[in-house]
């Protein structure tokens, strides 16, 4: 199966600052890259999601960016708040079947 | 309704014991997945029923047994757990469909096996 590596396991920003989360995946028949945000006691809640037809894509704060040569994407959330204290894991996978990574503890410090 | 209903949320079971996790979506999805996540650690990828017929099972031990009774329900029947399988069960759904595949999860049942 599709192997999803994460990078850094934890991350503190100031708040107002810019946050970025890598992934790096294995598997080049991957075409689905969600991101989720785990907050305590809670399920995993998409908050993005490229297909590997696009290299850019932006909802307001969030965006993410792919890199299918080099097999690897990346969260940037801009402006960052109190609330987007949680853990973001990268997922990749085609089909119904995907991996996530190992997750990233954001804390942004008021 | 953009909802994944789990019950129960919280489960404490001993390793002689039979006991059912039910997860119900009415989103129209015909994809459903059962993923176990341990503590400070990503969700694990065990089962997927697509259509109501299990896709994937991602070599799960026998002791834990999934059933799809309609289109709206997934269940994981649990029988013989050990302690080791203590962790959060997170049911998700998704359409079935290339190109539509956004998931969501339910808010999951914490499991504590004695």
């Known amino acids: 199966g599709e192997n999803v590596e994460q990078h850094p396991s934890t991350l503190s920003v100031q708040e107002g600052d810019s946050a970025v989360i890598k992934c790096t995946y294995s598997?080049?028949?991957?075409?689905?890259f969600p991101w989720y945000k785990q907050e305590l006691g809670k399920g995993p809640q998409l908050i993005i999601d490229?297909?590997?037809?696009?290299g850019e894509k932006k909802d307001q704060r969030i965006a993410v960016t792919l890199n299918k040569t080099a097999k690897h994407f990346s969260l940037h959330i801009t402006e960052t708040q109190p609330e987007d204290s949680a853990v973001y894991f990268c997922?990749?996978?085609?089909?119904?079947?995907?991996?996530f990574g190992t997750g990233t503890s954001l804390t942004v410090i008021p | 309704d953009t909802e994944v209903t789990q019950t129960p949320k919280h489960l404490v079971m001993g390793m002689t014991n039979k006991k059912s996790l039910k997860c119900e979506q009415h989103?129209?999805?015909?994809?459903m997945y059962w993923y176990k996540q341990k503590a400070k650690k990503p969700p694990e990828l065990m089962f997927v029923?697509?259509?109501?017929?299990?896709?994937i099972n991602e070599s799960v031990p026998s002791r834990f047994s999934p059933e799809c009774p309609n289109s709206s329900l997934l269940n994981l029947h649990l029988h013989a757990l050990q302690p080791e399988d203590s962790a959060l069960y997170l049911c998700?759904?998704?359409?079935?469909?290339?190109?539509?595949?956004?998931?969501?999860f339910g808010q999951g049942t914490r499991l504590t096996v004695v």
């Open positions: 998700a759904s998704s359409w079935d469909r290339e190109g539509n595949t956004e998931a969501f």
């Open positions: 598997d080049s028949a991957s075409n689905y």
């Open positions: 490229i297909r590997s037809n696009v």
């Open positions: 997922s990749g996978g085609t089909g119904n079947q995907f991996y």
């Open positions: 989103m129209g999805h015909r994809a």
């Open positions: 029923y697509s259509y109501e017929k299990l896709s």
